[in-house]
């Protein structure tokens, strides 16, 4: 998937990609919520809420306020979960969860960057417990993700150690480059979203993916090319959340139906 530009060769340069709506078409963490459900880390409330946040996720522009308001829902969500069990089910679900969600036009540039001698980088505000492993997936050569706190006991706090978004984002490449000796001016960037303009004016190729109203608008008035990906069965954003939504129904009315079949068997005749 080529803007017809040839590529800058050379081990000297990275091509740097943001994950979630850029690589893959869904916040990367809602994407287990079915996952973490079954393996005990959520209740049905908790499922419910991360199938509208998943829902909103896609409809939404990523502007600030909509990322804050994702990332405390994520971090509430995660705080007590034991980061062992997490990286666990990630491992065992990371194919049939992350391999639909891959947007063709992604993996197509990660090939092509990789055939020009580049390495490529991961950059994401979601957790590295997560990112890492679809990193991997991706044969990406390097993650730089958020970084959550874990207690003694090993379970998440429900706070950040590191927050891999916006300006840090920038920080973050500047910190690979320097690490591994990339060449920030023949490099490239990929992202979705216009709180990642940091991350984009600190290379000298920057792209844009299925950009936000305010990243493509900034994007033509800079003369970035733009790149419009989609997967080859594109779900509707409803339908894309369909599933986490389905479980959490048949749970929650399983547990109403039992819950008035104990007060039944409870009540005197």
Known sequence: MSDGRPLTPGPDVAAFFDLDKTVIAKSSILAFSREFFHGGLLDTRTLMKSAYNQLTFALSPAD?????????????????WDATQVQR???ESLDE???PLIYAGAAELIALHHDQGHDVVLVSASGRDIVEPIGALLGVDHVRASE??????????????????????????????????????????FTDS???????????????????????????????????????TEP??????????????????????????????????
């Open 64 to 80: 600030a306020d909509h990322v804050e308001r994702l990332r405390r829902h994520v971090t509430t969500m995660c705080r007590g």
């Open 97 to 99: 969860v992350v391999t």
């Open 236 to 269: 509707s954003a409803a339908s894309a959340a369909a599933p986490v939504l389905a479980a959490a129904l048949v749970v929650g009315v399983g547990a109403a139906v039992g819950y008035g079949v104990g007060v039944r068997r409870a009540s005197p005749r």
């Open 148 to 189: 959550m706190r874990v207690d003694d006991d090993g379970h998440y706090t429900g706070e950040l150690t590191y927050y891999c978004y916006g300006e840090e984002k920038r920080a973050a490449i500047e910190s690979v480059a320097a690490e591994y000796g990339y060449d920030l001016d023949k490099s490239y960037a």
């Open 194 to 232: 216009i709180t990642d303009v940091p991350m984009l004016e600190s290379v000298g190729h920057p792209r844009v993916v299925n950009p936000d109203r305010a990243l493509r608008r900034h994007a033509e008035s800079h003369g970035w090319p733009i790149y419009d990906f989609a997967l080859e």
């Open 89 to 91: 089910i990630v491992a």
